[in-house]
């Protein structure tokens, strides 16, 4: 166990001494990894604040349940003990005189309500269901409409399946392009890896001469390939920071106008942490291949 | 401690360096392999260090036959004997000391009692005075000096060297001598693959005689 650690502290402290020893070849490798891995997570950090966006947006993803005409007080109270056992999410009564409160308070409408004989419009519920996909919209949907002096349930589910067709292509584009820029990391690391390789292969001669194991040859070059990697999840992660609080301001604004109540956020410290993983996986994956081939092609 | 069994060693080329050589190296015995150039003691070395296989034939070291060992228990098998190559396979960008490390590191060993070997075995070769020099900055006497402190850092059993005196002056050549014998004398078992006459003459060891590729002689065979 000792002689285990005291193999790996070293090739650690082996790794940082790389690091350091050409600060800017470092610097150019983490900015270049750092890229790379930044241009995902900001689509992916841009399309988790779409999904809040539409959420926070007013008369999206809501459901309003409409009474009958001749629903009666009896009716509403059935419908509203209905809404608190199955309990979909938020939910509020509206009225059918509040409702046409509201409409009055509209300009464009005031005078073609003032002119209609009596109020024609029906008492509702409108529903924030807790589950927002469209699937669970429709079921709740019809749910509703089954019930009784219930005359129309209204959802705008095409609009939100065109939304979720966006976000899903959205996220089938930011894999494929994390997917692409993953091998471009693992490219990076490879090539790194082996120039040092090249750099030192009298001392992986000798090395191996006098006893050293492939893994002694490797660990170095894996955690040199982890830290760069990590330290490059790290930056990207800044970058993304640096961006979203950038945005904060003006992005809030433009959710503003369109009735919204929007924080963009960014990313979370999981988040930063699981970027740090990634990139130190990555890195120690092109590492990896890069000594394994070496190795190889000298054993 | 060490046998060889009628050992061929064939290259894809068609060379014939070793012709069923058949040896016998008792623990702390000091062999040298000689002969001239060509006739196969760098091919013998490099067969006795694992580094390549026998086409034929057995070599078992402390009872591992090397033929027939898994490639992933070489390195360990390595760790048992002190390599002196012929090109010496110093680190010119590493210190004296780092160079002697270098063993230490591979087993494992903390950086303290590391160190502290190091430089016991740089004392055993004169070298301790040096060890933040580089070997560039070393005479060709001092770095065949140091392949010797890096050979018996980790205390091996076995010693091989291959043309340990080639390109040095007579008078370091003889300082080499004196250290080998001195391992010899507190029991490390030596084989040491020299064309150099006056060597052998001196040391008066057991002499294995190669030529051509075969045994041509084993004063130990003589002498009985």
Redesign the interface.
């Known amino acids: 166990m000792?002689?285990?650690l005291?193999?790996h502290l070293?090739a650690q402290r082996d790794a940082l001494r790389r690091l350091a020893a050409s600060p800017l070849n470092t610097l150019l490798s983490l900015m270049v990894i750092g890229i790379a891995l930044a241009l995902p997570s900001a689509g992916w950090v841009v399309l988790d604040n779409l999904r809040n966006i539409t959420g926070s947006a007013s008369g999206v993803q809501q459901i309003s349940v409409f009474m009958a005409a001749d629903a009666g007080k009896k009716d509403v109270s059935e419908i509203e003990s209905r809404l608190r056992e199955a309990d979909p999410g938020r939910w509020y009564f509206v009225s059918r005189d509040e409702a046409l409160k509201r409409l009055q308070s509209s300009e464009d409408m005031a005078e073609i309500i003032a002119s209609l004989p009596k109020n024609p419009l029906p008492d509702a519920f409108v529903v924030e269901p807790a589950n927002t996909r469209p699937e669970a919209l429709e079921q709740l949907a019809k749910t509703f409409s089954a019930w009784p002096k219930v005359a129309h349930v209204q959802l705008d589910s095409a609009w939100v399946k065109r939304f979720d067709a966006f976000l899903r292509i959205g996220k089938l584009a930011i894999t494929l392009l994390a997917g692409l820029f993953a091998s471009a990391l693992v490219g990076v690391t490879f090539n790194t890896i082996r120039l040092q390789i090249l750099a030192q292969s009298?001392?992986i001669?000798?090395?191996?001469?006098?006893?050293?194991?492939?893994a002694?040859i490797r660990r170095p070059f894996q955690y040199f390939g982890a830290l760069q990697g990590a330290l490059g999840g790290l930056f990207a992660a800044l970058l993304v920071t640096l961006g979203s609080l950038l945005l904060t301001v003006p992005v809030g604004e433009l959710v503003t106008l369109y009735g919204g109540n929007f924080v963009l956020h960014g990313l979370t410290s999981t988040n930063i942490a699981t970027l740090a993983v990634i990139g130190a996986v990555l890195g120690w994956l092109g590492a990896q291949l890069s000594v394994a081939m070496h190795l190889h092609r000298i054993? | 401690m060490i046998s060889a069994s009628t050992v061929t060693k064939r290259y894809p080329e068609g060379l014939e360096a070793l012709k069923e050589v058949s040896f016998e190296i008792n623990a702390g015995e000091m062999v040298f392999i000689t002969g001239h150039s060509g006739a196969g003691k760098s091919t013998l070395f490099r067969l006795l260090a694992a580094i390549e296989r026998p086409t034929s034939g057995s070599i078992v070291v402390n009872g591992q036959n090397l033929a027939a060992l898994r490639k992933s228990a070489v390195p360990y098998l390595r760790r048992n004997f002190g390599l002196i190559f012929q090109d010496q396979k110093l680190l010119f960008d590493r210190s004296v000391l780092d160079n002697v490390l270098l063993p230490l590191a591979i087993v494992g060993l903390p950086a303290k009692e590391a160190v502290r070997r190091a430089r016991a075995a740089l004392d055993k070769v004169g070298l301790l005075e040096r060890e933040k020099a580089h070997p560039i900055a070393l005479s060709g006497g001092e770095q065949q000096r140091l392949a010797i402190a890096r050979a018996v850092v980790n205390r091996p059993a076995i010693l091989l060297a291959d043309e340990p005196a080639a390109n040095l002056d007579a008078e370091s050549a003889a300082d080499i001598l004196e250290i080998f014998r001195a391992f010899h004398q507190v029991g490390v078992t030596l084989v040491i693959a020299t064309h150099d006459p006056q060597w052998i003459a001196h040391a008066s060891p057991r002499v294995l005689r190669l030529d051509r590729g075969r045994l041509l002689a084993d004063s130990m065979d003589a002498a009985a």
């Open positions: 000792n002689t285990f005291t193999q070293a009298a001392e001669e000798v090395a191996k001469l006098i006893g050293a194991t492939d002694f054993g």
